[in-house]
């Protein structure tokens, strides 16, 4: 069948959700616009090498000796601390969504099905990616010094807002260790103290480009990246991916037809098979800002 509108479109998944055959093949088309979108709009990803697995490799990584490593534990919970070894194992989890989709509002045709049930299981991924991620960015920013009783990176601003000290604090102590600072990842309400930023805060490059775009992308050579997902009060100082965190993948996101017959729902299983691993916490600070 030859599609050329969206109500072509319609009838050609109608038909295909007749038969299994016709279900695979709907699966299968959904897998790579996925796998696209969470690359290209997965926050956490951006601060991580994502390492597909060989057939039979481990997940194995050398750390950073004089640091403890952090992983996501097995089940997909809660950061974990290693603090031997030369390597570390990234333990791998599930993470799945499984939008389903009510027969009778295919019928009704209020909206395309697939891309509906693509934005959600895009929307659950990523955001279990992206909590279980920062959740291990925060813990590794955190370790405690045995010398001084406080945290390694992390620093709070005396003013109550993010100002241009802290910024500069953050930036020195991942760059005390030779590393570069690439990003830095923030909420919305602490971006807005940058862009309060005056004269006395921004060189002249910096304001010129503010004034021509009206988004402050990079400063001092780092993007930031404003994201809901980062929590409010909370910004981290990273270096490049490859320096600081891997997500090994054994299984890439994969879509399985999984009706639910009895109540009449047409959903899919959509899941992927992945772990998190923080191997040098010396390459993120964190900035806590405590507001009145």
């Not at 974990?80 to 390597?87: L, P, S």
């Not at 480009?209 to 780092?222: F, Y």
Request: with cysteine; hydrophobic share 40%.
């Amino acid at each position: 069948m030859k599609i050329t509108t969206a109500a072509d479109k319609e009838r050609a998944i109608e038909k295909l959700l007749l038969t299994p055959e016709g279900k695979m093949k709907l699966a299968a088309s959904m897998q790579n616009p996925l796998r696209e979108r969470l690359d290209y709009e997965g926050v956490f990803r951006r601060a991580a090498v994502v390492d597909p697995l060989p057939q039979g490799a481990l997940p194995y990584y050398d750390r950073d000796v004089d640091v403890p490593a952090i992983v996501i534990g097995e089940e997909g919970q809660t950061p974990e601390t290693i603090v031997k070894g030369k390597r570390i194992l990234v333990p791998l989890f599930e993470l799945a969504s499984n939008p389903k989709i009510p027969f009778t509002q295919i019928k009704e045709r209020r909206y395309n099905l697939i891309d509906r049930a693509q934005d959600k299981a895009k929307q659950d991924i990523q955001a279990s990616e992206d909590d279980l991620g920062f959740s291990a960015l925060q813990v590794a920013a955190a370790q405690i010094n045995p010398n001084t009783g406080l945290p390694f990176n992390a620093i709070t601003p005396a003013s109550g807002s993010l100002d241009r000290d802290a910024l500069a604090d953050a930036f020195a102590e991942v760059e005390k260790h030779d590393l570069r600072v690439a990003r830095m990842f923030m909420n919305a309400r602490d971006y807005s103290d940058i862009r309060k930023f005056g004269r006395d805060q921004l060189d002249p490059v910096t304001q010129k480009s503010l004034l021509n775009t009206g988004l402050m992308a990079q400063i001092w050579g780092a993007d930031i990246i404003v994201s809901r997902v980062v929590p409010i009060g909370t910004i981290f100082v990273c270096t490049e991916e490859k320096f600081l965190a891997v997500m090994p993948q054994r299984i890439d996101v994969t879509v399985l037809p999984a009706d639910d017959p009895d109540n009449r729902l047409i959903g899919w299983s959509i899941f992927e098979q992945i772990g998190i691993g923080v191997w040098n916490p010396r390459g993120v600070s964190l900035i806590e800002v405590t507001r009145p």
